[in-house]
């Protein structure tokens, strides 16, 4: 009875001292620590030589080793069959031989990085039934970030989902700070982006409170959530953002719809200057001006609506040559005949800016947004105009740089096509 006492003793002592080195041997795993974790784990072994986790992290540290191992060695391999691909392709010699290499090389990798992955599931398996829900959350969505098809990390997500609603459900075995961190897995894993977000702006504002400084940031970091949640908070963003363009779409197909087109005018020329190139803009655009310009029309008479284009064409002559006087002048005239005309309220406003202030970042943005208001209703040289306006006040505006670098090539491509449909 006493050896048997003994005993027992003997195997509850160097399960103990095991458990500190398995720790450490575990959080060294998950930072990819290979040889630190290598090390814990064979000192748990040495202790306890029946631990089933430890023998378990040796075999999956060895195949990370090795495939790491192989990589580096498939790296120089294709360095060198390029190389030498390369060195008979100059001396016109036959380098078929070498690309076939090279080509078995590749279809290699893809074989490895395939196998780096199922290796990635079976680490995130091992670390679930350990009850490692957010270490395996972790490996699962890296695996998706680089291959969002690979059926076993479907797999296991799937697995995962289900385990993290049952400890949520249950109440049990999770702290606070785990509960949230899981709150936001779940709903990262059922892309609702926002309650991901919410889950941890909280867990932020619990750590804060409770391991403030350091401590709380190396606490973030064990819950393994931070890259997601940049990454949930970018689908916010991003669903927000589209949510507010089609609200100024519906809002101004509404108005169209209801023949208020100066109103309808206005709220997709707000959408042009977020988003030009947002479904069937152009079309609702070019239609509401039309039909506010008729209005225009109809409300101020023929001969009122002439000198109104003549004092505009003028303007803008004007101002293309710099002539800012005369430009302000004939603006001046067409908004003394129609005082709610868009254009002569713009450009009037562009012109006073650049006398003030002939570099003018504020006058530069309102020529860049003019010019993205008649890109999206297809007037491509108006919009060349105003964005060569917009670099002249200010040459530090990439938006206006860019956008006048894709017209002119838009431009150039038409000039082109309309030569090639001419020739015989």
Not at 193 to 201: I, L, P, Q
Not at 341 to 367: G, T
């Amino acid at each position: 009875m006493m050896r048997q006492t003994i005993f027992i003793l003997i195997l509850l002592s160097a399960t103990v001292f095991a458990q500190p080195d398995l720790s450490r041997g575990v959080v060294a795993f998950e930072e990819r620590k290979w040889s630190e974790a290598m090390n814990a784990f064979l000192e748990t072994l040495r202790n306890d030589p029946t631990n089933a986790e430890a023998h378990a992290y040796v075999t999956l540290i060895a195949r990370e080793m090795e495939a790491e191992r192989q990589a580096i060695i498939r790296s120089h391999r294709l360095q060198m069959l390029g190389a030498a691909s390369h060195q008979l392709e100059k001396t016109r010699q036959d380098a078929g031989p070498l690309q076939q290499a090279i080509l078995a090389t590749n279809q290699s990798e893809k074989n490895a990085q395939d196998e780096k992955w199922r290796s990635r599931c079976e680490e995130a398996r091992m670390e679930r039934r350990a009850g490692h829900l957010l270490a395996a959350n972790d490996l699962i969505l890296q695996i998706l970030a680089e291959n969002e098809s690979f059926t076993d990390a479907q797999q296991e997500l799937s697995e995962l989902q289900s385990q993290i609603r049952r400890t949520l459900d249950s109440g049990e075995g999770a702290s606070i700070t785990e509960r949230f961190a899981l709150e936001g897995f779940y709903s990262y894993g059922q892309a609702d982006y926002a309650a991901a977000a919410n889950s941890w702006s909280k867990l932020h504002t619990l750590l804060d409170q409770s391991d403030p400084g350091a401590e709380g940031a190396r606490r973030a970091k064990e819950l393994h959530f931070i890259a997601y949640e940049r990454i949930a908070l970018d689908h916010v963003n991003e669903a927000k953002q589209l949510a507010e363009l089609k609200a100024l779409f519906d809002d101004g197909v509404s108005l169209f719809q209801e023949k208020h087109f100066t109103r309808a005018l206005e709220e997709f020329r707000k959408l042009a200057i977020r988003e030009p190139e947002y479904p069937q803009l152009g079309y609702y655009l070019v239609q509401a001006e039309v039909a506010s310009d008729r209005e225009r029309t109809e409300r101020l008479g023929e001969e009122k609506r002439r000198d109104i284009d003549r004092a505009l064409q003028a303007g803008v002559a004007a101002m293309e040559k710099e002539q800012l006087q005369d430009a302000q002048t004939n603006f001046e005239k067409v908004l003394k005949l129609d005082p709610s005309h868009p254009q002569a309220r713009s450009y009037l406003a562009m012109v006073r800016a650049e006398m003030q202030k002939r570099h003018d970042p504020q006058a530069a943005q309102m020529h860049y947004e003019a010019g993205l208001i008649a890109y999206a209703s297809g007037k491509l040289d108006e919009a060349m105009r105003e964005w060569h306006t917009a670099v002249r006040m200010n040459p530090g505006h990439e938006k206006a740089l860019n956008a006048l670098t894709k017209v002119q090539k838009e431009l150039a491509l038409n000039t082109r096509e309309l030569t090639d449909e001419t020739l015989p």
